[in-house]
């Protein structure tokens, strides 16, 4: 099939849905974007970013790939990131990942996928950087999950430490960023107790995150 008909006939069902409640939802947005949020998450088609917040389109710009990577010379993130803190002025930062990661478990594994596997590197340094507290972990479902958990951990680090967020913060510019992890098991986000607003708060919300308890859903008793 050269046309894929169904998304085109699934795109006009919702841009008329869009549109019902709200006529100019269009050609507002069509005019700017200032979306307060800032999303960097894994490729995986089950976690869509704007839907497992509740957002429509125009209050989150995004950013994804395999395992939600941020990596020091990335310049399609980094890129991503200085437009949405230096010309959107975000106030958030979100480093979204997921439990049941397959990037994160080929990282685990050291399976041999492809190309990807030097992208997937990038979650073995992880690995190798924790690996005294994964390996200790009982058994695989628990090493993978806990390694979902320091990938995200890691690349909150990594946003901390670019040159993009370290001028924001210098400059007095208000920007927070958080780590949260995704189950695809039940729908709901876990909050990593990581958040970051100062150079000055990284080293004690790494360190409390990196030996810290496993990742909560907020607003619910545990
Ligand atoms: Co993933």
């Not at 069902?13 to 005019?31: G, H, I, K, P, Y």
Request: proline share 4%; net charge neutral.
């Amino acid at each position: 099939m050269r046309v894929l008909n169904q998304l085109f006939a699934n795109n006009r069902a919702w841009a008329e849905d869009a549109t019902r409640s709200d006529r100019d939802f269009f050609a507002r947005l069509s005019q700017q974007q200032t979306p307060p949020y800032f999303w960097i998450g894994c490729s995986d088609s089950r976690v869509p970013a704007n839907q497992i917040v509740g957002l429509p389109p125009g209050e989150m710009f995004v950013h994804r790939n395999v395992a939600n990577v941020v990596a020091h010379a990335d310049l399609n993130c980094l890129s991503a990131l200085q437009f949405a803190v230096d010309v959107l002025k975000v106030g958030h930062v979100i480093v979204c990942g997921h439990y049941g990661c397959g990037g994160v478990r080929a990282a685990l594994r050291g399976d041999r996928l492809g190309l990807v596997d030097n992208w997937i590197r990038h979650v073995r340094d992880v690995h190798d950087l924790h690996r005294r507290q994964i390996d200790a972990l009982p058994d695989e479902q628990a090493r993978l999950e806990r390694l979902c958990e320091l990938n995200i951990i890691e690349q909150v680090l990594n946003v901390c430490q670019s040159t993009v967020v370290r001028d924001a913060w210098s400059r007095g510019q208000t920007l927070a960023v958080h780590g949260w992890i995704y189950s695809l098991n039940d729908g709901l986000l876990r909050d990593l107790n990581m958040c970051v607003t100062s150079e000055a708060e990284l080293p004690a919300q790494y360190e409390a995150a990196r030996d810290g308890l496993r990742a909560q859903i907020p607003g619910r008793a545990s």
